[in-house]
């Protein structure tokens, strides 16, 4: 259904599915071929109704080339540990960008922080956001876990605190407070924050005096005041 459902619903050129069991596998190609004979390729007006492709394929998603993927869901829900330690060695070889959809946290991320050796090339594997309680077709309130490839932020060279501007320095606090993927920009309006930290700074502060923020909405403001002026 997921993969009808992306096909039907979405934009997405190809959308496919990989089933080890082969009731269920036949069960999809059948519904698929009912969707053909019907002649519908999509529900999305304008949407072109050529060049875009579904399909099932009956066999191990661990065995199987899926290298040009750039988004994955996973019914992970009753995966063993052993099969998603193996299916994060593959998801991990994957291009930058790609996303992965799980019911289930890789094991890694199991139980509280990550524990992964730093050069471990699973690092690439980054929790993006966790999605709490979503309603399934089995009942409500299971979370789906997005995980993105992203080689550069695993892999980033130590971070020189001592030889950054100060914007730098800030955003990079933000980052780490937040979290993988994060920046001020969830908590806030970047654009309204500059333009009252350069309204702050036009004031020209001198040393001792004392600037107090009402309605802090991250510190991010105080911060910069903190090193840009005299304060």
Known sequence: RMVLQVYLATPARRATGVEVAEPRYKLAARALKVLEAAEVSTLLPGMPGTGREARFVNEDFKSMNISDATAIYMASLFFPKEVMGLLAEKLSRLRDGTRIATLVKFPFDVYGARRLPKDSPLQALRLRQTLPNLTMSW?????????????????????DFARVAVPELVEEVYRRAIGSGGSRSQLEVPE???????????????????VCEIGTSSGWLPMRIAFDTGA
């Open 192 to 210: 309204l924050s500059d333009a009252l930290l350069r309204a702050v700074q036009s004031l020209q502060l001198g040393s001792g005096e004392e």
């Open 139 to 159: 009942g409500p309130g299971n979370p789906v876990y997005v995980y993105e490839v992203d080689r550069a932020e695993a892999f980033a060279p130590p971070f």
